[in-house]
C-alpha cells in the first residue's frame, strides 16, 4: 500500500468503523430510554405490524370487560330484588294461612288484609326500582341482556329476562289480590305458593347466566393478559442484555476514537522522509 497525504484508507476504514458503533450506541441508547427494541415501523415493520394488530384487539377487550361487568352488576341487582320478592312472597303466605282460619274475627282478619296488601304494593315498588344503568331484568316487558363476548362484536351472551311483576306468568298474583275473606285467603295460598315456585326457577335462570358472565370475563381478563404479554416478548427490549451492550459499545466507540487518532497521526510520520 503506498504512502499518500490525499487518501488515508487507515484512517478511512478506522472511521466507518467508528460510525457503526456510534449508530448501535444510539439504537442501543433509545431500546434502554424507551424500553422498545421495536418502538416503530422503521425498526421491524412485521414485527411492528403484528404487535400493532394484538395491541387493538387487547384495547378492544377492554369493551369486552366493561359489558361483562355492567351485565354482571344489571344481573347482582336483579337478584338481589329477587330474593326480597321471594322474601315478601313468603310472608304473603304466612298472612293468607293465617287469614284462612275461620275461627278469626273480623278485626283480625281485615288488619292480616291490609298488611297483606301492603306487602303485595311492596313487591311492585321492589321490581320498579331493581334498575342498574337503565338496564332492569325483572320489570315488566323486561328485555333480555346481550352481552359483547370478543373483540369482534361477533360473539355476545345472552341472559333471558325474567319478569316478577305481579300478574304475570312467573308471580301470577294478582296487583289486586287480598285476603279478606276465607275464599280469598285459601285462593291466596295456593296462587302466592306457585309464584314462589315460578321466582325460584326464574332466578335461578339468572343465576346461571351471572355464572356463564363471570367465568367469561375471567377468561377475557386471561386472554387479554396473554395477549400483553405476547406483545411484550414482540417488541419490549431485554433492559439487562441492553445494559451490557452499552458497556461493550461505549468501550469499543473509545477504541474506535483512539484507532482514528493513530491513523490520523499516520500522514505527519511521512513528513520525516523530508528531513
Same mark, same amino acid.
Not at 387479554?224 to 416478548?233: E, H
Given at each position: 500500500?503506498?504512502?499518500?497525504?490525499?487518501?488515508?484508507?487507515?484512517?478511512l476504514i478506522a472511521l466507518q468503523n467508528l460510525n457503526a458503533t456510534n449508530q448501535e450506541l444510539t439504537q442501543v441508547q433509545t431500546r434502554i430510554s424507551?424500553?422498545?427494541k421495536v418502538a416503530s415501523a422503521k425498526d421491524n415493520g412485521a414485527i411492528w405490524a403484528i404487535? $400493532?394488530?394484538? %395491541?387493538?384487539?387487547? +384495547? =378492544?377487550?377492554?369493551?369486552?370487560?366493561?359489558?361483562?361487568?355492567?351485565?354482571?352488576?344489571? #344481573?347482582?341487582?336483579?337478584?338481589?330484588?329477587?330474593?326480597t320478592v321471594t322474601d315478601l312472597l313468603s310472608q304473603m303466605k304466612e298472612k293468607a294461612l293465617a287469614a284462612s282460619d275461620t275461627s278469626l274475627d273480623?278485626?283480625?282478619?281485615?288488619?292480616?288484609?291490609?298488611?297483606?296488601?301492603?306487602?303485595?304494593? $311492596?313487591?311492585? %315498588?321492589?321490581?320498579? +326500582? =331493581?334498575?342498574?344503568?337503565?338496564?332492569?331484568l325483572?320489570?315488566?316487558?323486561?328485555?333480555? #341482556?346481550?352481552?359483547?363476548?370478543?373483540?369482534?362484536?361477533?360473539?355476545?351472551?345472552?341472559?333471558?329476562?325474567?319478569?316478577?311483576?305481579?300478574?304475570?306468568?312467573?308471580?301470577?298474583?294478582?296487583?289486586?289480590a287480598t285476603i279478606g275473606t276465607v275464599t280469598t285467603a285459601t285462593a291466596a295460598i295456593a296462587v302466592v305458593t306457585t309464584s314462589l315456585t315460578n321466582v325460584g326457577a326464574a332466578l335461578a335462570k339468572i343465576g346461571t347466566g351471572s355464572k356463564s358472565l363471570t367465568s367469561h370475563l375471567t377468561?377475557?381478563?386471561k386472554l387479554?393478559?396473554?395477549?400483553?404479554?405476547?406483545?411484550?416478548?414482540l417488541v419490549d427490549a431485554d433492559l439487562a442484555k441492553e445494559?451490557?451492550?452499552?458497556?461493550?459499545?461505549?468501550?469499543?466507540?473509545?477504541?474506535?476514537?483512539?484507532?482514528?487518532s493513530i491513523a490520523n497521526q499516520s500522514s505527519s510520520s511521512l513528513l520525516s522522509l523530508f528531513r
Open positions: 500500500m503506498s504512502n499518500s497525504v490525499n487518501t488515508n484508507s487507515g484512517a424507551t424500553g422498545f404487535a $400493532q394488530t394484538q %395491541k387493538a384487539t387487547s +384495547n =378492544a377487550l377492554n369493551a369486552v370487560t366493561t359489558s361483562l361487568q355492567r351485565a354482571s352488576s344489571t #344481573i347482582d341487582v336483579s337478584l338481589a330484588a329477587g330474593s273480623s278485626a283480625s282478619r281485615s288488619a292480616l288484609n291490609e298488611d297483606f296488601k301492603s306487602i303485595r304494593d $311492596q313487591i311492585t %315498588k321492589v321490581i320498579t +326500582n =331493581a334498575d342498574f344503568n337503565g338496564s332492569n325483572i320489570k315488566s316487558g323486561a328485555t333480555d #341482556i346481550a352481552v359483547l363476548a370478543n373483540a369482534d362484536g361477533t360473539s355476545k351472551i345472552t341472559v333471558s329476562a325474567q319478569a316478577l311483576n305481579l300478574g304475570g306468568s312467573i308471580v301470577t298474583l294478582a296487583a289486586t377468561f377475557v381478563t387479554q393478559d396473554a395477549l400483553n404479554t405476547g406483545i411484550g416478548n445494559s451490557a451492550r452499552l458497556q461493550a459499545l461505549q468501550t469499543k466507540q473509545q477504541l474506535g476514537v483512539q484507532a482514528l
